[in-house]
T-cell receptor, first 115, second 119 residues
Framework: ETGVTQTPRHLVMGMTNKKSLKCEQHLGHNAMYWYKQSAKKPLELMFVYSLEERVENNSVPSRFSPECPNSSHLFLHLHTLQPEDSALYLC??????????????FGPGTRLLVL | AQKITQTQPGMFVQEKEAVTLDCTYDTSDPSYGLFWYKQPSSGEMIFLIYQGSYDQQNATEGRYSLNFQKARKSANLVISASQLGDSAMYFCAMREGMYSGGGADGLTFGKGTHLIIQP
């Protein structure tokens, strides 16, 4: 089983749909992250969870709703998205969220297209 | 101001040559960590190498080394003996310490360099 998995890998949705992205890590880590990668822009941090508690929310619109039921699973619930939300959504995990040298391990991403 | 600057949007390099990918960073925090990631066309971000702000030696990991020049706030990635499989996007990233309100944050990334290795 690879370290960080994400499903689905590809998703097409309309602006009125509701969908969820799932991330699972098999590394025994305590921290998980959501990043957004839009074309021609740097990766942007969206959310940080440490021991299932949200510790960082980078002013993300409320149409994105994260959920972390346990330290191995992270969800991103999507509703009434806009076309500009089309991007690659990457999940990552690390042992802890406060150690500077902790490496974050990324999943393969979900490529989202909003029509 | 950008915290991470990668000035080379794209590079073409001949196979087996060494390549240097540039990265400069901006922080007033004395404690920070610098990371390099590789992103193939499949999308996954693959960790390559880490350099801490207090590390005295340049980091090395196999064919990857980091040319860390603290006074210049520069952290260039050097890939020796490039291979066709090295073709990918390369991202420099930074994590700042608690002094800057970091620590619990994720990583701040640059815009990346698209490296293409030619046979």
């Amino acid at each position: 089983e690879t370290g960080v998995t994400q499903t689905p890998r590809h998703l097409v949705m309309g602006m009125t749909n509701k969908k969820s992205l799932k991330c699972e890590q098999h590394l025994g880590h305590n921290a998980m992250y959501w990043y957004k990668q839009s074309a021609k822009k740097p990766l942007e941090l969206m959310f940080v969870y440490s021991l299932e508690e949200r510790v960082e929310n980078n002013s993300v619109p409320s149409r994105f709703s994260p959920e972390c039921p346990n330290s191995s699973h992270l969800f991103l619930h999507l509703h009434t998205l806009q076309p500009e939300d089309s991007a690659l959504y990457l999940c990552a995990s690390s042992q802890d969220s406060w150690d500077l040298q902790e490496t974050q391990y990324f999943g393969p991403g979900t490529r989202l297209l909003v029509l | 101001a950008q915290k991470i600057t990668q000035t080379q949007p794209g590079m073409f390099v001949q196979e087996k040559e060494a390549v240097t990918l540039d990265c400069t960073y901006d922080t007033s925090d004395p404690s920070y960590g610098l990371f390099w990631y590789k992103q193939p066309s499949s999308g996954e971000m693959i960790f390559l190498i880490y350099q801490g702000s207090y590390d005295q030696q340049n980091a090395t990991e196999g064919r990857y080394s980091l040319n860390f020049q603290k006074a210049r706030k520069s952290a260039n990635l050097v890939i020796s003996a490039s291979q066709l499989g090295d073709s990918a996007m390369y991202f420099c990233a930074m994590r700042e310490g608690m002094y800057s309100g970091g620590g619990a944050d994720g990583l701040t990334f640059g815009k990346g360099t698209h490296l293409i290795i030619q046979p």
